[in-house]
């Protein structure tokens, strides 16, 4: 599974930053790592360098072998918060579909 980090001009992606959800990512969602192809991290800040809650938005684009990619997003007030939400998404649309793959499979 390929990762890739973007950040908007007000955030600021470091490698250290980026290792950290990188390994994140990869722990969170081995259970399907072999259906993911690469997994897009968009971070961004809504509010500029304004103050602001709920200004940090996460967006993840997963892309799975022979369907289509998988978008969440989630915004919260931290880098941290915004990007365990959008995981959590993500999670939860990759086992419904899971899901809807072994049913499918099962008639």
């Known amino acids: 599974m390929i990762i890739q980090f973007n950040t908007d001009k007000t955030i600021n992606g470091n490698q250290r930053q980026r290792d950290y959800f990188a390994t994140l990512i990869e722990e969170e ?7 993911i192809t690469r997994v897009e991290i968009h971070l961004s800040d809504e509010n500029g360098i304004k103050e602001g ?10 892309r799975l072998r022979g369907r289509k ?30 899901d809807r793959i072994s049913d499918h499979r099962k008639t």
């Open 69 to 98: 990619p998988i978008v969440v997003v989630d915004q919260s007030d931290t880098i941290e918060h915004a990007m365990a939400g959008a995981i959590e998404k993500l999670k939860a649309s990759l086992e419904s579909i899971m």
């Open 29 to 35: 969602l081995e259970r399907h790592s072999t259906h």
């Open 53 to 62: 809650s709920n200004d940090i938005r996460c967006l993840l684009e997963a």
